[in-house]
């Protein structure tokens, strides 16, 4: 493989499209607003910069920076080998990108999805392909991150698995392969049982949050605590995924805590609104437990 294109230019697609830069890929990435890419493309420069400086690239800045091409146009997918979409976290939004990328690309390509919580399955469904489509799960922020999970539904070609988890490996990162396509794959399957536990024995006046962070580290060897960690990721965004978990398998996941809940519609949403479990400075600073 040497082209990848990225669909959706945020957060995540900015980070999949610096990794793919850095490990030699020549990568197109697409968003439907021109400003998105601009942000993205500062926000890359800023990271390559960083790494340069601390000696963690293997070609100048501008060198890597130079292998992103940007667009707004879904026709420049035509000559990829793979694409990996990392649009909002919206099934219509997702299934509509796919149909319209199964349109444009090679009839050999490969989608993949970086959804957090939209079952692959449904997502291959809406290729005239599935055999080519499949979950490439990165974790945030991308650079510095090394988990990526590799999910394929059913219908999903060994090929493609094989492709993907030795993409997976070439862009640093370690491929976990998800053998069924369960609602939360593995990793967010377990911090969200993990987690809404942790809320819900605050909730109950059971530890404090920051006993409960702390323990986990002291006693787990965890580098910081869950509610620390959905502080981070955010609390609207980890609310989400735990329903999505919930309402996809309620036998096996709860429902979100009602704790959890109430911070979201309050507006605290942690480490980016300056208040969840913790208050926090503008830089990202953790202060004192808020509650
Ligand atoms: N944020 C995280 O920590 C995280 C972690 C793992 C996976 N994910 C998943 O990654 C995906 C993207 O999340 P994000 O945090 O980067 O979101 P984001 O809101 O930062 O970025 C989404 C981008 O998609 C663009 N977009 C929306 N519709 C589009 C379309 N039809 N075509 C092209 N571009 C379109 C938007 O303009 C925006 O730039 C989601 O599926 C999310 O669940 C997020």
């Known amino acids: 493989m040497k082209r990848i294109a990225i669909i959706g ?14 490990a030699d890929y020549s990568v197109t990435l697409v968003d439907i607003a021109e400003d998105r890419l601009e942000f993205a493309r500062n926000a890359i420069a800023w990271s390559l910069n960083k790494l340069e400086n601390k000696e963690q690239l293997d070609a100048p800045s501008k060198v890597v920076a130079d292998r992103i091409q940007t667009s ?3 026709e420049v997918v035509g000559d990829a080998d793979l694409i990996i979409e990392a649009v909002y976290e919206n099934r219509d939004t997702k299934l509509n990108a796919i149909r319209a990328l199964d349109t444009l690309c090679r009839s050999d390509a490969i989608i993949g999805s970086n959804t957090s919580t939209i079952p692959i399955t449904q997502l291959a469904a809406a290729s005239q392909h599935p055999e080519r489509v499949i979950g490439i799960h990165f974790f945030g922020p991308v650079p510095l991150m090394r988990l990526v999970e590799i999910t394929p539904a059913p219908t999903t070609s060994q090929t493609v698995i094989d492709t993907v988890m030795a993409f997976g490996r070439a862009v640093g990162k370690n491929p976990v392969l998800v053998k069924k396509d369960i609602p939360g794959f593995l990793m967010n399957r377990i911090f969200g049982a993990m987690t809404c536990e942790a809320i819900r024995l605050v909730e109950d006046g059971v530890g404090s949050i920051e006993d409960i962070d702390q323990g986990m580290c002291d006693g787990f060897n965890f580098r910081v605590g869950p509610l620390c960690i959905a502080d981070l990721a955010g609390l609207d965004i980890a609310l989400n995924a735990f329903q999505v978990m919930h309402d996809l398998d309620p036998s096996r996941m709860p429902a979100p805590p009602a704790l959890l809940a109430r911070m979201v519609a309050e507006g605290k949403l942690g480490a980016k609104s300056g208040e969840g479990f913790y208050r926090w400075e503008k830089n990202g600073r953790r202060l004192s437990p808020a509650f």
């Open 9 to 22: 230019a945020g957060f995540m697609g900015s980070g999949i499209a610096q990794v793919c830069a850095q």
């Open 72 to 74: 707004t146009e879904y």
